[in-house]
């Protein structure tokens, strides 16, 4: 009978552990979206405010900001330094390639972050300036978006494995 509890007791522990490492992923996202919005704001002041070279502005950043999202400005700064002739866009789709796997956002969030290649180091100051302002508000709602997915979800995926470790628990007493 010891032995059924204990194994009941396992069961219940891996699937509410499941549930919460499930979970997690919304969290995650979120905390990489949100330092994205970040380093797109410090990317913004430093090349409008302080005329700063790209390499450089995203090197700073990537040592200001910590995670997944920091790796990639990082990543971004050295392909560009390495001077083998990527543009910015080809320097972010490398430094993105390397550094996926440690991301917790969606193909929608991606191609946000694509574009962002694709938008800076191309024009003026001024047209840079305005393109990372626009950027901002679609990340903005892209982070409205997945608070909402977070708030949904996380509560949903934790109660589900536990309920689930619960009715195997039953099942196998």
Same mark, same amino acid.
């Given at each position: 009978?010891?032995?059924?509890? +204990?194994?009941?007791? =396992?069961? @219940? &522990?891996?699937?509410?552990?499941?549930?919460? %490492?499930?979970? !997690?992923?919304?969290?995650?996202?979120?905390?990489?979206?949100?330092?994205?919005?970040?380093?797109?704001?410090?990317?913004?002041?430093?090349?409008?405010?302080?005329?700063?070279?790209?390499?450089?502005?995203?090197?700073?950043?990537?040592?200001?900001?910590?995670?997944?999202?920091?790796?990639?400005?990082?990543?971004?700064?050295?392909?560009?330094?390495?001077?083998?002739?990527?543009? +910015?866009?080809?320097? =972010?789709? @490398? &430094?993105?390639?390397?550094?996926?796997?440690? %991301?917790?956002? !969606?193909?929608?969030?991606?191609?946000?972050?694509?574009?962002?290649?694709?938008?800076?180091?191309?024009?003026?100051?001024?047209?840079?300036?305005?393109?990372?302002?626009?950027?901002?508000?679609?990340?903005?709602?892209?982070?409205?978006?997945?608070?909402?997915?977070?708030?949904?979800?996380?509560?949903?995926?934790?109660?589900?494995?536990?309920?689930?470790?619960?009715?195997?628990?039953?099942?196998?007493?």
């Amino acid at each position: 009978m010891m032995l059924k509890i +204990a194994g009941a007791i =396992l069961i @219940v &522990a891996s699937c509410s552990m499941g549930g919460v %490492l499930y979970s !997690n992923k919304y969290i995650y996202r979120l905390d990489n979206l949100k330092s994205l919005s970040i380093c797109i704001e410090m990317l913004r002041s430093e090349i409008v405010y302080s005329h700063m070279p790209l390499p450089e502005a995203s090197r700073i950043i990537g040592e200001k900001v910590k995670g997944p999202i920091a790796d990639i400005f990082s990543d971004f700064a050295d392909v560009l330094r390495s001077r083998k002739g990527y543009t +910015a866009h080809q320097a =972010l789709e @490398v &430094a993105l390639k390397n550094n996926a796997a440690k %991301l917790s956002i !969606n193909e929608e969030e991606m191609d946000l972050f694509r574009t962002l290649g694709t938008m800076i180091g191309t024009s003026d100051t001024i047209n840079q300036e305005k393109s990372l302002n626009l950027l901002s508000k679609q990340l903005e709602l892209l982070i409205n978006k997945a608070i909402k997915e977070r708030d949904k979800n996380v509560k949903m995926y934790r109660n589900l494995g536990l309920l689930s470790g619960l009715g195997l628990a039953i099942l196998l007493i």
